[in-house]
């Protein structure tokens, strides 16, 4: 079946006791036992929630993977796929990347014992020289945030594999629907299903799958004891996204390639990232590896005492950190999501002060136009 069938399907999809369409919220901490050494499979709802598990096995199932786990956050998320890692590890990370992402590691896992080099990614040959005796895990943001540099999962999956290290991608831009990276040779995918899969800004969601039984038990001994799993009723809102994710994404692509190529035409901006643009670095991987672009665009303007303006001056779409769902948003990522990179890296980056960075809603594309031109006038 297609995956935007999948989507709507889920993996039960209708309750098989009561034929509810929408598949119920078991608003339950505990299960009773049939009777002694006897279970319903369900015994307590942070091993087992049946509405979590629902998730799960979909979001399994949409990235094809053997197992899918689903948490309180994206950063939930990423912390419990960092907690397989022991003091002396080395992980090579994509050097942009989502600023949390980066002060979890730095803030956290540095202290843990655990080494982390960031280097650019999208040039395998700058992994190729990074891994050493106790590198255990590459670590891929594609496309990267904010600046979308875009690497290439199935090489660098390869190389990693060839030195026995662990292929990670957070896959938050671009969901199961448009990017496989375990059909690509990752070993773990992650998501912040704050964004595209849950959709609609309301709620908070992190979600891994893993590409076999050994890493499923490893994480769901991490998931289980340290408790930072999604609740059900926030389960439930995630599945309801996720019914929508195609038509979502197929209509923010669209909008986002107009204001992209409207962006480029306007005077006040200096530079559009955007991996649809034909002329984009990672253009050609991205048709190879995705089948769509998704709707994330970063851009520049001329000159950085016009972000100021732009910010006090947008309307319809919205100044607020946050992406991937329905309304149009605009951040700064210099002062916002990346506040926690240091300056230096930033600069390096070009995560500067004349940056901002837009998820382009599912609004009319001309309206979205027309507030950022008034905007950046
Ligand atoms: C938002 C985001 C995260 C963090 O997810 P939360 O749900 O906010 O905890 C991680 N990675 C990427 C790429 C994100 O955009």
């Known amino acids: 079946m297609k995956i935007s ?3 709507v399907h889920g993996h039960k999809g209708v309750d098989k006791e009561t034929g509810a369409v929408s598949f119920p919220i078991y608003q339950s901490a505990t299960f009773r036992h049939p009777g002694l050494n006897q279970t319903t499979g369900y015994d307590y709802s942070r091993l087992q929630n049946p509405t979590r598990e629902e998730l799960e096995n979909t979001i399994a199932s949409l990235e094809n993977g053997t197992t899918g786990f689903a948490f309180s956050s994206g950063m939930a998320a990423i912390s419990t796929a960092l907690s397989l890692f022991v003091p002396g590890d080395h992980i090579i990370v994509s050097d942009d990347l989502y600023g949390g992402t980066y002060r979890l590691f730095e803030e956290m896992y540095k202290k843990y014992g655990i080494e982390f080099s960031y280097l650019d990614t999208s ?3 700058n992994v190729k020289t990074a891994v050493k005796k106790n590198t255990k895990a ?3 943001e594609t496309p990267s945030n904010p600046i979308m540099k875009v690497t290439d999962i199935a090489a660098a999956a390869e190389l990693a594999r060839s030195s026995g290290i662990l292929t990670i991608v957070d896959n938050t831009f671009l969901t199961p629907y448009y990017q496989r990276p375990i059909e690509l040779g990752a070993d773990i ?3 912040s299903g704050t964004k595209y899969l849950g959709g ?3 709620t908070l969601a992190g979600l891994i799958v893993v590409k076999n039984e050994e890493l499923a038990a490893r994480i769901k001994l991490i998931q289980k004891t340290e ?3 999604l609740a059900p009723f926030d389960s439930w809102l995630i599945l309801r996204g996720i019914k929508t994710l195609s038509v979502r994404m197929d209509r923010q692509q669209k909008n986002a390639a107009e204001v992209a190529n409207w962006l480029r035409s306007n005077n006040n901006v200096e530079r559009v990232y955007y991996i649809g643009l034909e002329d984009h670095e990672g253009y050609e991987i991205s ?4 089948s769509g672009f998704g709707a994330m665009i970063s851009f520049s303007v001329k000159d950085a005492s016009l972000v100021e303006k732009v910010l006090e001056r947008i309307r ?3 100044f607020a950190e946050s992406l991937g769902g329905v309304e149009s948003l605009i951040t700064y990522p210099m002062v916002q999501t990346h506040s926690a990179i240091p300056a230096e890296m930033r600069e390096r980056l070009g995560v500067d002060e004349k940056l901002l960075r837009l998820s382009v809603g599912i609004e009319a594309a001309e309206d979205i136009i027309a507030d950022l031109e008034q905007a950046l006038e």
């Open 138 to 140: 590459l670590f891929i």
């Open 5 to 7: 069938t999948r989507l």
């Open 227 to 229: 408790g930072a799993m």
């Open 287 to 290: 048709k190879r590896q995705a």
């Open 200 to 202: 609609h800004n309301d």
């Open 189 to 191: 995918v992650l998501h």
């Open 316 to 318: 319809l779409v919205l």
């Open 123 to 125: 040039n395998i040959d």
